[in-house]
Every structure is written in C-alpha cells, then in structure tokens.
C-alpha cells in the first residue's frame, strides 16, 4: 500500500516565477491538507481539501491556492514566489472515517533564489 | 487565532532516562491531540494521540496525558534510548468536521548513549 507520496522531492524556482506541487493521498484517505515547514520550525497549516473544495484556510496570502481532483490527489500552485517562501512543502493525508490522526508525505524542498 | 505551544525547543537526556515535553493550546474546542516524530530529512509521523475524553494514554515507552482544564498536554517518554533521537511535535484539533490541525514549533530530543 503506497501512503502520500509528493512530487517533485526538490526544486528551485526564481523569485516571480510560479510553482505546482502535486500529492496523491494515501489509498483510503480523502482529505489532503498542506503545510508549509520552514527549518526548525514546525508545520504552518495552508489549507485543506475535501470534496474538491478548499474547506479550511490558513494565514496565507492569495498566492497560495490549491486544487482537489475527483480521485482526492491535490495540488499546491504558489504564484509571484517571493525568498521567503523557500521551505519544505508538506502533504497530509486522512479521512474523518478513522479519525484525524495525518499521514505526511515526504515533502517538496522548494528553494526560491 | 489557534496556537499550540511547546516546551522545551531542545532536550538532552542520557540513554535511560525520561524525557518530557509538554504544550498548552488555546482552542478551548480542540479535543484530538496527536504527536509526530520527525527524524533528520524524513516525514513526520504520528506515534501517538489522545483524544479529549481521556486523560491518559500508554504505549509501551510512549504516554500522553492531557489536562483539559488547564490545557495542558504532555509526552512522557522513559527508558529513552538513541533511536529516540528525533524532533517531537505536539498538535490540536477539533476532530469533526476535519477541522486544520495546529503544530507545536517542536522539540529536538538529543539521546546520549
């Protein structure tokens, strides 16, 4: 059973340029949530999807948006990428059905130079 | 807004020891209580969690107690060996309605054999 895998594992982009992460839950989950994880910090809550809609929303600016397709994989699209949005790019998936507890993929390195 | 906060940000024990690490939220409504381990360059990923109508959990090295009164919870873990050597976040959430889930800005636990 694969769990969420995430591509790609490392990028780097421009400042102004724009980016897209992709993730695809694990078998059985139906919710995908992201978090963007600066070094030695922890997980700050983007948004999460459900249903292909966007049902919860974090402190983050209009840049940051997101899509849900019908076999519950997401995407994260990052627009006018500015050096402070290098970070790692978590993806946690879940399903109400077996509580809350996620289980993350392994991440995009996103570098912005 | 939500806030989850952690204590210590780095902890040092001897292989053998207890190790405790403790977080306040402030989300009167959250009632599940997850906590994630991050070793070096990998996912985070759930180790335990506890949920609002129960004041403590074990799993065999591992325990979580939770103080909803005061809105406290902490992570106990004893007989710490190398491998423990990780960084530890707490997290709170409302579980219906798959409501976000905020992070604690982590632990580093240094386990010295």
């Known amino acids: 059973d694969a769990g969420v895998t995430q591509s790609p594992t490392h990028l780097i982009k421009t400042r102004g340029q724009q980016v897209t992460l992709r993730c695809s839950p694990k078998s059985g989950h139906d919710t995908v949530s992201w978090y963007q994880q600066a070094l030695g910090q922890g997980p700050q809550f983007i948004f999460q999807?459900?249903?292909?809609?966007?049902?919860q929303r974090g402190n983050f600016p209009d840049r940051f948006s997101g899509h849900q397709f019908p076999n519950y994989s997401s995407e994260l699209n990052v627009n006018a990428l500015l050096l402070g949005d290098s970070a790692l790019y978590l993806c946690?998936?879940?399903?109400?059905?077996?509580?809350?507890?996620?289980?993350f993929g392994s991440g995009t390195r996103l570098t912005v130079v | 807004g939500e806030n989850v906060e952690q204590h210590p940000s780095t902890l040092s024990v001897q292989e053998g020891d207890s190790a405790v690490i403790k977080c306040t939220y402030s989300d009167s409504a959250s009632n599940y209580f997850p906590w994630y381990k991050q070793e070096l360059g990998k996912r985070p990923q759930l180790i335990i969690d506890i949920r609002s109508n129960v004041g403590e959990k074990k799993d065999q090295r591992i325990a979580v107690t939770l103080n909803k009164t005061a809105k406290h919870f902490s992570l106990h873990i004893t007989e710490t060996q190398p491998e423990d050597s990780a960084v530890y976040f707490c997290a709170a959430s409302r579980e219906t309605g798959g409501f976000k889930t905020i992070f604690g800005a982590g632990t580093r636990l240094f386990v010295k054999a």
């Open positions: 946690a998936s879940s399903t109400p059905l077996k509580g809350h507890g996620y289980t």
């Open positions: 999807y459900y249903e292909e809609e966007e049902r």
